[in-house]
């Protein structure tokens, strides 16, 4: 985290509280390290993530290519290039946004056919549905590879089984339709990068089968799951770099086309979480804080994305063992019953780091509270 604990209590004295303070530097420097490690690799940044416009923008300008999973989205992406001329808003789409979500409504597809984008798919329904609604877009097999050890699991809900993968792209061409690229996704934070290893073979195995039946694909789409560094323990991009760069070039010709949706890695750490105690209580032996953000709102990572966030606070005081709730009336809006801070009082700032991924996009309503504030800094 670059933002000092100066700015944030000067933002959130400026904007108030619940606050969350996105640092458009750290998007980009994570940008930056991603091609730096893996520069044969052209990066979708995946909107699930964080969908801001102000992110999408930065990443615009940086070149970034896009990974969408629904038509909303689609149009986030879309507002950047509304201006350019027809033909180059078609190569844009063409080149650099693929739709990643396997399942698509019929009224999706009939919008999106006419900006001939990427799809995937991963059954024979869908692939009838893309042919029926969206005839003129390129399909994406997705497979389902191994997701052990990942923090958040995708392949039961996900994927071909790879022995169908074949037959899938078959298939596919049999109705006319052109399968540009076969794609994966190991998991969300995936610190196992055994996953991306069989995950690649898998897929050369399929390539290789594929092109003995007369069809070519040229695009291998790696999918998302790097990891964020939200504790020291976790190994380094370079690290699965050293892994996967030689086992790429091994695998593939030199001539294919790689590209990955990485959506926690690029965010996660340019986002801080500032909020003010609204309460203190004293149970089963501990102080309970309970503050005015919460599990409904910027912390829904804790029940969606089985994140764990630390709080912090600006105050100095030698640390207790204390709970911290969020603001709702309901007892799930737990967000720690083991965090260590200081003696605090109500008014108190606190703040929690590295909450920029799958935090505010999933934030409620719940309770008639609204999502925190974002604020946008170095933008
Ligand atoms: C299809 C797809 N691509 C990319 C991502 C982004 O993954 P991550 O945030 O792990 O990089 C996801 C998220 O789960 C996804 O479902």
């Not at 001329?85 to 844009?92: G, L, M, S």
């Not at 640390?319 to 009082?345: K, N």
């Amino acid at each position: 985290m670059q933002t000092t604990r100066n700015d944030l209590q000067a933002l959130a004295k400026e904007h108030g509280t619940p606050l969350v303070v996105i640092d458009h530097d750290e998007i980009r420097r994570n940008y930056a390290q991603f091609k730096k490690h893996l520069p044969k690799v052209q990066v979708y940044y995946a909107l699930k993530a964080n969908p801001a416009p102000e992110i999408i923008r930065t990443l615009y300008r940086e070149g970034a290519s896009f990974d969408v999973a629904s038509l909303p989205e689609f149009m986030l992406v879309y507002d950047n290039i509304r201006h350019l001329p027809p033909k180059e808003q078609q190569d844009f789409i063409w080149d650099k946004i693929i739709y990643a979500n396997p399942t698509k409504p019929k009224e999706t597809l009939q919008a999106l056919n006419q900006y001939k984008p990427l799809v995937t798919y991963d059954n024979l329904a869908e692939l009838k549905k893309i042919k029926q609604f969206a005839p003129q877009a390129g399909v994406v097999l997705r497979l389902r590879v191994p997701n052990t050890g990942s923090v958040v699991e995708l392949s039961s809900k996900f994927g071909c089984d790879p022995g169908e993968a074949v037959d899938l792209i078959v298939e596919a061409f049999d109705m006319g339709l052109v399968v540009e690229g076969l794609s994966f996704h190991v998991g969300s934070q995936c610190t196992n990068f055994e996953n991306f290893v069989q995950a690649l073979n898998l897929s050369a195995a399929i390539m290789h089968e594929g092109k003995v039946r007369g069809h070519e694909i040229k695009i291998l789409d790696i999918g998302g799951g790097f990891p964020a560094a939200y504790d020291p323990h976790v190994k380094p991009l370079a690290a699965l770099a050293r892994k996967i760069n030689p086992e790429i070039n091994r695998l593939f010709a030199p001539d294919i086309q790689i590209l990955a949706e990485p959506g926690r890695y690029i965010v996660a750490t340019a986002a801080t979480a500032v909020s003010r105690i609204i309460g203190k209580a004293w149970r089963e032996g501990k102080t309970c804080y309970y503050i005015d953000d919460g599990v409904y709102h910027t912390f829904s990572g804790i029940i969606f994305d089985h994140c764990q966030y630390h709080l912090k606070a600006f105050k100095e005081g030698s640390p207790e063992i204390c709970a911290v709730f969020g603001q709702t009336c309901d007892a799930l809006d737990t967000i720690s019953l083991a965090e260590e801070l200081p003696d605090l009082e109500i008014e108190d700032l606190v703040y929690s780091e590295n909450i920029g991924a799958y935090s505010n996009a999933s934030a409620t309503w719940f309770n008639g509270f609204p999502p925190a504030k974002v604020i946008h800094i170095n933008q």
